[in-house]
Nanobody, 123 residues
Framework: QVQLVESGGGLVQPGGSLRLSCAASGRTFSSYVMGWFRQAPGKEREFVAA????????YYTDSVKDRFTISRDNAKNTVYLQMNSLKPEDTAVYYCAAGGSAIYRNEHAYDYWGQGTQVTVSS
């Protein structure tokens, strides 16, 4: 059983930055993939970024490349999503997920999900 808790969401102006955190508890494994997804109103859940706990491979969706950075602190069992140059279209509920599959971009490959944290980008 893995528990995931997101934090760090909020309201920011376009061009601003936020850092989301995902704290994991319970059984975790170095081979697990950690992913970030988001869901905007009226849209399907979308892959954002993913990496392995052990590092080495990182994936981003094209719309956030060069703006978002996924990272982790193994000692704290926490994965982060640093979001810079935020745009109104980044507005969504952001979810942290964990799974043992290598299918990084597919939400169905993830076994555990956090409750989500709201990110709103508006002037």
């Amino acid at each position: 059983q893995v528990q995931l808790v997101e934090s760090g969401g909020g309201l920011v102006q376009p061009g601003g930055s936020l850092r989301l955190s995902c704290a994991a508890s319970g059984r975790t494994f170095s081979s697990y993939v950690m992913g970030w997804f988001r869901q905007a109103p009226g849209k399907e859940r979308e892959f954002v970024a993913a990496m392995k706990w052990s590092g080495g491979r990182i994936y981003y969706t094209d719309s956030v490349k060069d703006r978002f950075t996924i990272s982790r602190d193994n000692a704290k069992n926490t994965v982060y999503l640093q979001m810079n140059s935020l745009k109104p279209e980044d507005t969504a509920v952001y979810y942290c997920a964990a799974g043992g599959s290598a299918i990084y971009r597919n939400e169905h490959a993830y076994d555990y999900w956090g409750q989500g944290t709201q990110v709103t980008v508006s002037s």
